[in-house]
């Protein structure tokens, strides 16, 4: 088993610890994620932390593990997001049964003994479609001292090129000269605390001087070739090929005795066929068409909040050959409350509604900014323009067909007003209204199509099958008992769950895309595999529909189907 460490809290989402992981299966080699050293995301507010990402065994997490996956086209589970919190709970467990009577326990050895346990343990999970152990693992960012203490005997534990690491650091420019004293004083830093960094990483606006890294290289007791740059490009999916150029791959070899590997040449030519589909797929072409999507949203002022969100609809645009161009939309400015207190800003908020050639309304909690999200899924509904609803924003659109086509007036959700004469959205009964954490239906679930839903857009995305496989993350659901109602109103439920009663699509028939999933199929979209729920709404936005559902069509018996979408085809 090899590791790399990648550590540096500087400067994140730079694709670090993804990169190396991305090169490392470019040899052949499966990877994993080892645990990422973070608090639980389950409860942060989205403005503070951004997304909550949901693993496939509902684990909630930090917006970084989804990196991880869409880089690496991995499924990790809750295993993979170590916590202070869980070692700790861990060890005290373990003291409780007595598995430490007679002696005391302390955090030097037994909760750095804990932490490369789990480590070593989680390592072994296959976490890829091979179902096999991996090779190797890339581990996350490192947070406080018992976990750094743990990672410098692990060093040592899993013995001479078994382990390497790699250490980011900042390199600012100031007047037009490049500042190397953070990188000095943070690899100073480092040693201190019992880690020896193999390899810097510098991030910088611009490629370093070659006199700048002699210097860092100088100060830092490593050699020249140890030193890389990680300059400004155009989109965080060619850092690996910024990396490739500077010799990382040839350095992992070195450190980790890779060529001692034995690789199966299947697995070998996978890998190599891995990176051109890469260098293909995320290399900048010259004056691509853009494609102006509308994001009506709440938690505007962060964009972290949706970043799975984001990163889907750039894998779309990418598969589509167009550029992602999103126009940020406060859901608040969308409102007749915001047309009395400030018309202009009220007025801008619709024009570039108006202008954009779809509309996305993803998920939330909470009142703020519902009135707007409605407003936007009647003008999309209305003038015909693709319009995509993800978990909160396909209850948006149920509403707001209660409102407008079913005459349900003061349609609403029981979330926003529990006395409300029709609440067409209500609170799922097996959930908890006094513990919130983990209490949410979490995870992947499968959604059956309906019979009689052969018409289904969406189901001719997932390639015309009779279920698909997405992860959720809601506490309410469409109430069961207006389904009929809102059926004679032209609003499809064409997806629900085993039992019927929940509502997980709901599709409109005679549009060019009106779709409303329960789910979160953005956390499953792939930097080579692209949703095929946001695929479809950027087709469908573009103008290209037809086609890609026939390429799926074409590909549904090839191996290379992966969530409905085909490795190998661009539109």
Not at 199 to 215: G, M, P, S, Y
Not at 320 to 332: F, H, P, Q, S, V
Request: glycine content about 10%; overall charge negative; proline content about 4%.
């Amino acid at each position: 088993m090899k590791y790399v460490l990648v550590s540096g809290g500087v400067i994140s989402g730079i694709g670090k610890a993804s990169s190396s992981g991305l090169l490392l299966k470019t040899t052949g080699l499966k990877v994993t994620i080892d645990p990422y050293l973070n608090v639980d995301a389950g409860t942060l507010g989205p403005l503070e932390h951004g997304e909550c990402f949901v693993l496939q065994d509902g684990g909630e997490s930090d917006l970084d593990l989804g990196n991880y996956e869409r880089y690496l086209n991995l499924n990790l589970t809750n295993e993979n997001n170590i916590t202070t919190g869980k070692i700790y709970k861990a060890v005290i467990e373990r003291e409780r049964k007595g598995d430490y009577i007679g002696r005391t326990v302390q955090v030097v050895p037994h909760i750095t003994d804990a932490i490369q346990d789990w480590i070593q343990r989680v390592a072994k999970i296959p976490v890829d479609d091979s179902g096999e152990e991996p090779d190797g693992g890339t581990v996350g960012d490192i947070e406080s001292m018992p976990f750094v203490e743990a990672l410098t005997q692990f060093r040592y534990k899993v013995g001479k090129g078994n382990m390497m690491n790699i250490h980011v650091s900042y390199v600012p420019v100031i007047h037009g000269e490049e500042k190397t004293k953070p990188t000095q004083h943070a690899i100073k830093q480092m040693r201190s605390a019992g880690l020896v960094p193999d390899l810097i990483a510098c991030r910088c606006e611009r490629a370093l001087d070659e006199v700048t890294v002699q210097k860092i290289a100088r100060s830092c007791q490593v050699e020249f070739e140890q030193v890389v740059t990680v300059r400004d490009i155009e989109t965080i999916y060619q850092v690996p090929l910024l990396l490739e150029e500077q010799g990382l791959l040839a350095r992992l070899r070195e450190a980790l005795l890779l060529d001692q590997l034995p690789l199966p040449p299947t697995l070998v030519h996978k890998g190599s066929g891995l990176w051109q589909l890469w260098k293909k797929t995320v290399v900048s072409k010259p004056y691509l068409e853009p494609v102006n999507i509308a994001l009506v949203g709440k938690y505007i002022a962060l964009p972290d909040s949706y970043l799975s969100v984001i990163k889907a609809l750039e894998h779309s645009a990418m598969r589509c050959d167009r550029k992602l161009n999103l126009a940020w939309i406060d859901a608040e400015h969308l409102e007749d409350a915001t047309l009395q207190s400030d018309p202009t800003t009220y007025h801008k908020a619709w024009s570039q509604l108006t202008i954009a050639s779809g509309c996305i309304v993803p998920g939330g909690f909470g009142g703020r900014g519902v009135a707007g999200m409605v407003k936007a899924a009647k003008w999309a509904r209305e003038c015909k323009i693709p319009y995509l609803g993800i978990c909160l924003g396909m209850q948006v659109a149920v509403i707001e067909a209660a409102q407008n086509l079913c005459g349900l007036k003061g349609a609403t959700s029981e979330e926003f007003d529990a006395q409300a004469e029709h609440r067409v959205v209500i609170f799922m009964p097996e959930g908890s209204k006094e513990i919130m954490g983990g209490t949410m239906r979490l995870g992947t679930k499968t959604t059956h199509f309906q019979a009689g839903s052969e018409w289904s857009k969406l189901r001719a995305l997932y390639g015309d099958v009779t279920g698909m496989e997405e992860r959720h993350r809601h506490r309410y659901e469409v109430n069961p008992d207006y389904i009929e109602t809102l059926e004679k109103a032209g609003l499809n439920f064409v997806g629900k769950d085993e039992s019927g009663k929940r509502m997980e699509v709901v599709e409109l028939k005679d549009h060019p895309f009106f779709v409303g999933v329960q789910a979160h199929p953005e956390f499953k979209s792939r930097v080579l595999a692209p949703s095929p729920t946001y695929l479809g709404f950027i087709a469908a936005t573009i103008g290209c529909l037809d086609q890609v559902i026939q390429g799926i069509r074409q590909q549904k018996h090839n191996n290379k189907l992966v969530n409905g979408a085909d490795e190998s085809v661009h539109f």
